[in-house]
């Protein structure tokens, strides 16, 4: 180490001096800064003061279930026993202080049951959603669910209920007397859940070919010989079947 | 809720595509986080055309060696600015080097920066200089002569010993410097590489495309300084130094816009699940700022640019023009890079249905005025440095004002 020491130049000892100095100021710092810096206590406590602050708006639904018992009641076991009075009532903290003159508005129109019940792609299978414009149009939705326990009055009967433009479209075209029912295999678990059971559509050839081959004895159809006609292809490949081409 | 920040967000709400989460309306990491990553890469790319001169031995660019180490040095110490704007409480960023935290990215910047910092750069820069210094503060006069003097720390040792030991010192300190330039600006690719939860950012190829990106913006403004500054000073601008370093421009851009290339051409063939809302974002968020600023102005075109030179002969004054021009339009690509990650990122819903929006202040501490001092603060020091370190002339002393 003494061999090695005289042969470094004299300035890079002032460089190392430089350094040490450097790391003395960071450790220095470093032992007097007081912990108590570091607390957060005196965060917290502020935080905590200013949440206390403000103003409480919301009274929560055991509030609400004091006076209104019934429509509580009726709500804590249908569907929408998950949501607070609140959520569509609006904040009601001043409501329970003066319930004579403060009311808390009640959503009587169509604008706001849609913030949740509006198609959205995003929304969970099996929510309950539907299309404000064709849904019933210019109803007000509590005309038909009461809010506090929805459920949908009855289920559709027709396809048109929920399939409204196929059915439009089947309407002006050559298959407007045919049933939905006819191409379709609807099982009745469909309309209970129509996302997970789904009916059927027709996947063969053959199955056009009943009304529309030349064999068929079904009269005033247009008639293909299904042999040549088309080759490999299937029907609706060509043809849309809600709407197909007349001549 | 404060009622400004309601205003703002139902303003936001306005312009929100699809669905996302209520915490993604607003776009967090705003315009000074884009610039951190910009400004570091041209730390790391000047300190590379740097290090070409003493690992490489590239003669040609022998003149804007120690303009580059200066470039390095003002953007490293203004590099960590926008961080500390952006989070407040800038004193209690001193803690990061008291209280190591190794399993944090963000954490082990401090260190990572200290040491790029204090054991390369300003090593290098004082072992290059330290002849010179002792020259200057021994003809200068008050003040520059005890500025110099305080930072030769009072040596007077310009023996050929201690000079040859100082080449060798800066030779070591450049082949440590160059991994550590890299891990410098690696590891902010790291940073945006490793959000697993983003699938704009978590990609391997982060890190790399970072640090080519970083190259050639570096590249680009030691080339934009040098065109400025020689004439300015009224001295000629040397052809062969700017040939060669617009050679290196030239490959640095190659490389880079083949890994984005590669990196776009994987995504798309990997095709996750989050390619579809990735390219709802491309098209109509970042379509401007992505293809026509990046790609097209900050890549096609300089490297169009300089196909051209290489082919055709082209004679001095245009070269200077071209070259200009493109170092100006990968500036601009740079940046638009930086952009489109990091706003890009944040701009699609985690629930890949919706896009948000970033609007971005004028006046506040994150806004566009602010970045523009923290952008136009690393000139000022260079210019300062430039008066401190003169870097013309290598070996005559410096005696009068420049």
Redesign the interface.
């Known amino acids: 180490m003494k061999n090695l020491l005289p042969k470094?130049?004299?300035?890079?000892f002032?460089?190392f001096?430089?350094f040490l100095v450097f790391l003395g100021v960071?450790l220095l710092?470093?032992f007097f800064i007081p912990n108590s810096f570091r607390e957060h206590k005196v965060q917290i406590a502020s935080t905590v003061e200013r949440e206390k602050a403000r103003e409480i708006k919301f009274a929560g639904t055991s509030a609400c279930a004091v006076c209104h018992e019934e429509q509580y009641n009726i709500k804590k076991n249908g569907y929408h026993k998950n949501l607070s009075c609140e959520t569509c009532h609006g904040p009601a903290q001043g409501h329970t202080e003066n319930p004579t003159e403060i009311k808390p508005p009640a959503p009587r129109d169509r604008k706001f049951c849609p913030v949740c019940h509006a198609y959205?792609?995003?929304r969970p299978i099996g929510f309950p959603q539907i299309n404000p414009v064709a849904h019933n149009p210019l109803q007000p939705c509590i005309t038909c669910h009461e809010p506090h326990d929805p459920k949908p009055p009855e289920t559709p009967r027709e396809c048109k209920a929920c399939h409204g433009e196929f059915e439009r479209t089947k309407e002006v075209s050559p298959h407007v007397l045919l049933k939905c029912t006819t191409c379709h295999v609807t099982p009745a678990l469909h309309k209970v859940t129509p996302w997970s059971v789904r009916p059927s559509k027709p996947t063969t050839r053959e199955f056009c070919g009943r009304c529309h081959g030349q064999e068929s004895t079904v009269a005033k159809t247009a008639k293909v010989d299904m042999a040549s006609h088309g080759e490999k292809y299937v029907c609706w490949q060509c043809h849309y079947p809600h709407a197909p081409e007349v001549r | 809720m404060i009622p400004q920040m309601t205003d703002k967000l139902a303003e936001l709400l306005k312009q929100v595509m699809g669905y996302i989460y209520p915490n993604e309306i607003e776009i967090h990491w705003s315009i000074l986080i884009v610039v951190y990553p910009y400004l570091t890469g041209l730390v790391a790319g000047a300190f590379i055309l740097a290090s070409l001169v003493k690992v490489f031995n590239v003669k040609e660019v022998q003149p804007t060696y120690k303009l580059s180490l200066l470039t390095a040095l003002a953007f490293l110490i203004v590099a960590p600015l926008p961080l500390l704007l952006h989070l407040g409480h800038p004193t209690r960023a001193y803690e990061i080097y008291l209280t190591p935290n190794l399993h944090s990215a963000m954490a082990m910047f401090g260190f990572v920066y200290a040491w790029y910092l204090m054991l390369v750069l300003l090593l290098e820069i004082w072992f290059v200089y330290r002849q010179e210094l002792v020259l200057w503060s021994e003809q200068e006069k008050f003040p520059m002569k005890w500025i110099h003097k305080i930072i030769t720390l009072f040596s007077k040792d310009v023996s050929q010993r201690a000079v040859d030991f100082d080449r060798k010192v800066v030779k070591a300190i450049t082949i440590i410097g160059i991994p550590s330039a890299f891990l410098l600006h690696g590891y902010v690719g790291f940073i945006f590489g490793s959000v697993k939860a983003n699938p704009w950012w978590s990609s391997v190829l982060m890190p790399i495309v970072f640090l080519f990106s970083a190259i050639v913006s570096g590249i680009a403004l030691v080339i934009l300084l040098y065109m400025i500054i020689i004439p300015f000073r009224g001295e000629k601008i040397d052809m062969s130094c700017l040939d060669k370093m617009a050679s290196f421009l030239f490959y640095a851009v190659i490389v880079d816009f083949s890994l984005e290339l590669l990196d776009f051409i994987h995504r798309l063939y990997e095709s996750e699940e989050s390619i579809k809302i990735l390219t709802e974002l491309v098209i109509n968020k970042l379509f401007v700022s992505l293809f026509i600023i990046q790609v097209l102005l900050g890549m096609i075109l300089p490297l169009g640019i300089m196909v051209l030179i290489k082919l055709f002969k082209f004679d001095q004054e245009l070269r200077k023009l071209l070259y200009f021009v493109s170092v100006i339009l990968i500036q601009l690509g740079i940046f638009s890079t930086r952009w489109n990650v990091v706003i890009g990122g944040q701009m699609f819903s985690k629930s890949f249905r919706g896009l948000t929006t970033y609007k971005m202040e004028l006046m506040g501490i994150e806004g566009l005025i602010t970045a523009l001092v923290v952008l136009v603060l690393p000139f000022l020091i260079l210019a300062l440095l430039l008066k401190i370190f003169p870097p013309w002339g290598i070996k005559e002393p410096r005696l009068e004002k420049a």
């Not at chain 1, 470094?8 to 890079?12: A, D, G, K, V, Y």
């Open positions: 470094l130049p004299e300035h890079i002032r460089l001096l430089v960071i710092v470093r959205n792609a995003s």
